[in-house]
């Protein structure tokens, strides 16, 4: 009698038994094993009404590839046993739909397939995990204008917008150890810098507390005169053309009272009584040098 192994469906025939007939179980156990080093599935999802349970001839391939116009929400249940797949997401429509992918385990955690590109994906006979992302902490620059679908899909969300919001430590216990806090960077309508690490090369005066972790701060807008050093020229003197002190040089070269002949007119009878005084209420819009906004930002979770 053959029995077959949890994860693969090998056959196991009996020891002893089976005489003469071992050959059909082992020739089937090597297609299972050459399908799982490398075999490709392909999948149109458009003939696919919302979910599909794969059977075995699909999920012993190691490569499922998804094709065809997504057309609604499609979830595709894997078996709940330990194994690893590449999953290849090629459909298209998928700004309105995603494709989740699931184990029959009641429970366990789903995820989002990525559009357009191959994703390392393992199963640990509940749930069904990412493989190969980025380290927790890492920041992710994305071109869209809001969290991609796939993501916001997944049970657990790999990645979270950097937009000032809280999370739940209990969620991502690794992330809160790393920012030190429950509380997201928030990255929105900001550039990002690095801590000073002792080099005080950032600092609150400027704005953003360079030595805090997640700190925050700086405006765009405008700067004011505050902002300016303060420039003052107390006492200084004016030569008029009125009546007042007269200085004549006669002859020699040089225009009149310095050298030349003539006679030069000058009143510097008084000092001003205020002077110049700058810095203290105009306010100055700040340009951007060249910047092109580029979508947001993402920290990886968990």
């Given at each position: 009698?053959?029995t077959?192994?949890?994860?693969?469906?090998?056959?196991?025939?009996?020891?002893g038994?089976?005489?003469?007939?071992w050959?059909p179980?082992?020739n089937?156990?090597?297609?299972?094993?050459?399908?799982?080093?490398g075999?490709?599935?392909?999948?149109p999802?458009?003939?696919?009404s919302?979910?599909?349970?794969?059977l075995?001839s699909?999920?012993?391939n190691?490569?499922?590839?998804?094709?065809g116009?997504?057309t609604?929400?499609?979830?595709i249940?894997?078996?709940?046993?330990?194994?690893?797949?590449?999953?290849?997401?090629?459909?298209?429509?998928?700004?309105?739909f995603?494709?989740?992918?699931?184990t029959t385990a009641?429970?366990?955690?789903?995820?989002?397939?990525?559009p357009?590109?191959s994703?390392d994906?393992y199963?640990?006979?509940t749930?069904?995990?990412?493989?190969g992302?980025?380290?927790?902490g890492a920041?992710w620059?994305?071109a869209?204008?809001?969290v991609?679908a796939?993501v916001?899909?997944?049970?657990?969300?790999?990645w979270?917008?950097c937009d000032g919001t809280?999370?739940?430590s209990?969620?991502?216990?690794?992330?809160?150890?790393i920012?030190?806090?429950?509380?997201?960077?928030d990255m929105r309508?900001?550039?990002?810098?690095y801590?000073?690490q002792?080099?005080a090369r950032?600092?609150?005066?400027?704005?953003?507390?360079?030595n805090t972790?997640?700190?925050s701060?700086?405006?765009?807008t405008?700067?004011?005169?505050?902002?300016l050093p303060?420039?003052?020229?107390?006492t200084h003197?004016?030569g008029?053309g009125?009546a007042?002190?007269?200085m004549?040089n006669?002859?020699?070269a040089?225009?009149?009272?310095?050298?030349?002949?003539?006679?030069?007119?000058?009143?510097n009878?008084?000092?001003?009584a205020?002077?110049?005084?700058y810095?203290?209420?105009?306010?100055i819009?700040?340009?951007l040098?060249?910047?092109?906004i580029g979508g947001?930002c993402l920290?990886?979770a968990g």
């Amino acid at each position: 009698m053959v029995t077959f192994t949890t994860n693969k469906a090998l056959g196991l025939p009996a020891v002893g038994g089976d005489t003469g007939v071992w050959g059909p179980p082992l020739n089937n156990n090597s297609s299972v094993l050459d399908a799982s080093l490398g075999g490709v599935t392909t999948i149109p999802i458009s003939t696919v009404s919302g979910a599909l349970t794969l059977l075995a001839s699909n999920y012993s391939n190691t490569f499922i590839v998804f094709t065809g116009a997504i057309t609604q929400n499609t979830v595709i249940t894997l078996p709940a046993v330990g194994s690893f797949y590449t999953v290849r997401n090629t459909t298209t429509n998928t700004s309105a739909f995603i494709v989740t992918l699931q184990t029959t385990a009641a429970g366990g955690r789903a995820i989002g397939v990525p559009p357009g590109q191959s994703q390392d994906v393992y199963t640990d006979g509940t749930n069904v995990h990412f493989q190969g992302l980025p380290h927790i902490g890492a920041y992710w620059d994305y071109a869209g204008s809001s969290v991609p679908a796939w993501v916001a899909a997944c049970t657990v969300p790999p990645w979270l917008n950097c937009d000032g919001t809280t999370f739940s430590s209990a969620t991502y216990p690794y992330l809160a150890t790393i920012l030190g806090s429950t509380t997201l960077p928030d990255m929105r309508g900001r550039y990002r810098a690095y801590l000073n690490q002792g080099t005080a090369r950032i600092t609150s005066s400027a704005g953003v507390d360079g030595n805090t972790l997640a700190a925050s701060g700086g405006g765009m807008t405008t700067i004011s005169s505050l902002h300016l050093p303060q420039m003052v020229d107390p006492t200084h003197f004016h030569g008029t053309g009125v009546a007042g002190a007269f200085m004549t040089n006669a002859g020699g070269a040089g225009p009149p009272g310095v050298g030349g002949s003539g006679t030069l007119l000058i009143n510097n009878t008084a000092a001003a009584a205020t002077g110049i005084t700058y810095g203290s209420s105009s306010q100055i819009t700040l340009p951007l040098s060249p910047t092109a906004i580029g979508g947001i930002c993402l920290v990886r979770a968990g």
